[in-house]
């Protein structure tokens, strides 16, 4: 990946999210959530801006954001999906699920749409087994999701308005 340059009020807002978590090591997935909210992804360039401010070296700060799956290094679209492929997920379709959002989408799972309204990607569990197969985009949560509902979810994001989701 190319290096970017972070512009000095982006280097303003990283350094004032780790200063809230008192420059702490043991904050450091607080941190990383926080700046991911804030900006929308982790690349390289803010690892390293975290990395000096709480002291520590970028290498764990990668290790982090590498381990788990809620963080990412890539931009995500507007509206990020998440397929769960945990157990219950799996057995009950979420595969064929998965399978008619790439379709749709016309991407792959860790792909952003050109447009860069929807971002896809899969997950292990999202811990409502219950409503399995279950789709997430952004904070919404969709249960018994079937592949002739992709359509209708894709839908109400690219009109702008979700319709109220299922939550878990």
Do not use: W
Request: aromatic share 8%.
């Amino acid at each position: 990946m190319p290096k970017i340059k972070l512009a000095e009020k982006t280097i303003n807002q990283i350094k004032e999210v780790c200063a809230q978590f008192g420059n702490q090591e043991g904050e450091l997935i607080n941190v990383l959530h926080q700046v991911q909210s804030k900006l929308g992804y982790l690349p390289a360039e803010v690892q390293e801006v975290i990395a000096k401010e709480l002291n520590m070296s970028v290498a764990k700060v990668y290790g982090v954001v590498t381990f788990y799956s809620f963080f990412t290094m890539l931009p995500q679209g507007e509206h990020p999906i998440s397929i769960c492929m945990g157990t219950a997920c799996y057995v009950r379709g979420a595969e064929q699920v998965l399978a008619e959002f790439k379709r749709q989408l016309n991407i792959e799972v860790g792909q952003t749409s050109p447009d860069g309204k929807f971002s896809l990607s899969s997950l292990r569990c999202v811990g409502a087994c219950g409503l399995a197969p279950v789709v997430t985009v952004g904070e919404k949560v969709y249960g018994r999701v079937s592949p002739q509902q992709v359509n209708k979810i894709i839908a109400e994001y690219q009109e702008g308005c979700p319709a109220e989701a299922k939550s878990a």
